[in-house]
């Protein structure tokens, strides 16, 4: 906000502000100790008000200038408008949490239920020839001495017809900290977006974000991993854009927690424990760029704004 001047009169002053609203320049008028200032909000039209400011000065009764009332009176109507339509499309988030039904999580009760049970029997059994085995990217089996082993054939359980191992890993967790902190997030992501995209939309960027990040993953560092949190960094990178180019949406997440999640895939990078990073940085940008195609799509097809 800069000051481009002040006026002795308060009507010329607001006849000149009408007249840069007229234009579609943000401004104000304050008293200023028997004088009245006004400032341009618009920065980067603070020339143009400037070069306007001159010849109002030389000639105030200037048509432009005298007429410029209505004009003005329409943009701001306008700017009424659209400010209340965009407050319409704003969700409280907290009240939408509290009111959604069993029906609207659908998809986040069977994924969260699913993962539980998924992961108790993982931690009754252990990695050999078990849940992990016919879940996991690749099949597993013991060689002894506590290891195991896959094939080397990339993709070969895969190939062979067995396609559910594409998303299944996202239900494996290594332990119940594990499991307990991703669904937590899990339980967030859902409340936020399920009851907002509708829940077959929902499972549909699951199952793609899932594949995409287990892809990554297992290219990245062999089949044993396991874990909702590829899918979780997808959620918050859909959520993230969506917020940021495409607010009609709707979908709004808090830069506390874009923070947060930003803070904890970096942290884990460090290598200090046995985390898929790969699997969340893929998710994380599979997120956001599915989230980017209806606005892009719109800006290339029809000329929309993208934010």
Not at 110 to 132: P, R
Request: with cysteine.
């Amino acid at each position: 906000m800069r000051r481009l001047g002040s006026l002795d009169s308060k009507l010329l002053a607001d006849r000149f502000c009408d007249f840069l609203v007229s234009e579609k320049i943000s401004c104000q008028v304050d008293d200023d100790e028997g004088k009245f200032a006004i400032w341009v909000l618009d920065e980067d039209k603070l020339e143009q008000a400037r070069e306007a400011f001159a010849e109002f000065q030389n000639n105030p009764d200037a048509t432009q200038f005298a007429e410029a009332h209505s004009r003005a009176e329409q943009v701001r109507a306008e700017q009424f408008r659209q400010a209340k339509q965009a407050m319409k499309k704003q969700i409280d988030v907290r009240s939408r949490w509290e009111g959604a039904s069993g029906a609207d999580l659908l998809i986040t009760y069977l994924l969260i239920a699913t993962s539980t049970v998924v992961t108790l029997k993982f931690q009754l059994e252990g990695t050999n020839d078990g849940i992990f085995s016919r879940l996991a990217i690749a099949k597993v089996h013991d060689v002894g001495g506590g290891y195991v082993g896959w094939s080397r054939e990339k993709l070969r359980d895969v190939r062979n017809g067995e396609v559910w191992r594409l998303v299944t890993p996202i239900f494996l967790h290594m332990d119940p900290l594990h499991l307990l902190f991703n669904m937590y997030w899990m339980y967030q992501f859902g409340l936020l977006l399920e009851p907002r995209m509708r829940s077959w939309r929902f499972l549909l960027l699951v199952l793609c974000t899932a594949i995409i990040s287990n892809l990554t993953q297992y290219f990245w560092n062999g089949p044993m991993f396991g874990g909702m949190s590829g899918v979780l960094y997808a959620l918050f990178g859909f959520a993230w854009a969506k917020r940021d180019w495409e607010p009609e949406s709707g979908i709004y997440i808090d830069q506390m927690t874009v923070y947060i999640l930003l803070g904890f895939m970096f942290f884990f990078m460090l290598g200090l424990m046995p985390i898929a990073n790969a699997a969340h940085v893929s998710g994380l940008v599979s997120g956001y760029g599915i989230a980017l195609i209806r606005p892009l799509y719109r800006k290339m097809m029809f000329g929309k704004p993208v934010r």
